[in-house]
């Protein structure tokens, strides 16, 4: 067992992509991992991962846009697995594509649910036990996107510069204590969401957003999702401490170092 042990991790998105390389990291280290997706196929496939690793996971299929319906899934996560030490909010919505007057309003809150207000509440209903404990890692992923509009896709850049306020603001706030809030930008990262952007017709998300996105894909700038849940898992133990209230980029030195620990 190494320092985790024998915390407890809550991890959104976790079916795929950057969520299921950071849940199979944690296991490795010895963490009990909550696995939340909105597909139960992929939660299983998981599962499966870690249980083969001999680590335990708890899967369950649940839609962050129930929003109310969050108290209860942290509640579950808690009975079975235990108070959760780590939080990694990494579920998000990458649309609705188009000019803002375009889109539907009902698309857009979603993303905003999905995107910031469920990340909120997950922390708020997390943090009573971090507090009694003294000790917590609440790791949001976020984007460059929150750094600068992205045309016909507002509501992404949207929520994820209200991300990184809302972990400058836990952070603050926490900033006595032993737990530690922060924002990763985790870079260009070859998952769902990429491949979703690049099969959006262009007439939608525009010859500008779309040529940026195929060209990401077709140089091979993209990243794998293994780094990035290394480095997230690094800050989720000790490391977290350095970085506490946060945003940091995945290319800084000092984040690309801690995948050499």
Known sequence: MTEYSPKVALVTGAGRGIGEAVALEL???????????????????????????????LGISFDLSNLEEIEGLVSRVEAELGPVDILINNAAIAGP??????I??????????VNLIA???????????????????????????????????????????GLDMISRQLGGEVA???????????????????????SQPTEKIGQELATIFHNYHASGQ??????????????????GEKFRTKVISISEPEVQALLKD
């Open 176 to 198: 006595d204590t032993g737990i530690s809030v922060i924002s990763l930008y985790p870079g260009i990262v070859d998952t769902a969401m990429q491949t979703d952007i690049r």
């Open 119 to 161: 990340p909120f509440r997950l922390a708020r209903a997390v943090l009573s036990s971090m507090l009694k404990n003294n000790w917590g890692r609440i790791i949001n992923i976020s984007s460059g996107a929150a750094t600068f509009p992205m045309a016909r896709a507002g509501a992404y850049s949207t929520t994820k510069a």
């Open 27 to 57: 296991a490795r280290q010895g963490i009990k991992v909550a696995l939340v997706a909105r597909s139960q196929a992929e939660i299983d496939k998981v599962a499966a991962q870690i249980k083969e690793l001999g680590g335990t996971s």
């Open 104 to 113: 539907d309003p009902a698309e857009w809150t979603q993303a905003v649910n």
């Open 222 to 239: 993209l990243s794998t999702a293994t780094p990035v849940g290394k480095i997230i898992a690094a800050l989720a133990g000790e490391a």
């Open 97 to 102: 594509f188009g000019p803002s007057w375009e």
